[in-house]
Nanobody, 125 residues
């Protein structure tokens, strides 16, 4: 069982930056590939970025490539998402999620077994 708690969301102007954090419970954090997802009102939840258990492989959705960076600190049981050059269309609730596997990045929501409660990111124009 993994419990996840996101933080770092807020209101920012277009072009600004935010850093999201996800604190995980338990002693097996490195055994979980992790992902950041987002869901805007009226839209389906979508993958933003993902990372394998030891951070050797990352994946980014095309709409955030070059702007967002996913990272993890297994010693601190923490997952992060650095978001730069934010756009109004990045406005959404952002969720971190943990997969039961750790060797590959997972792109489907169905591959993730544990979810945080989400943190709101609002980008004003």
């Amino acid at each position: 069982q993994v419990q996840l708690v996101e933080s770092g969301g807020g209101l920012v102007q277009a072009g600004g930056s935010l850093r999201l954090s996800c604190a995980a419970s338990g002693r097996t954090f490195s055994r979980h590939a992790m992902g950041w997802f987002r869901q805007a009102p009226g839209k389906e939840r979508e993958l933003v970025a993902a990372i394998t258990g030891f951070g050797l492989t990352t994946y980014y959705a095309d709409f955030v490539k070059g702007r967002f960076t996913i990272s993890r600190d297994n010693a601190k049981n923490t997952l992060s998402l650095q978001m730069n050059s934010l756009k109004p269309e990045d406005t959404a609730v952002y969720y971190c999620a943990a997969s039961p596997t750790w060797t590959r990045v997972e792109v489907s929501t169905h591959a993730y077994a544990y979810w945080g409660q989400g943190t709101q990111v609002t980008v004003s124009s």
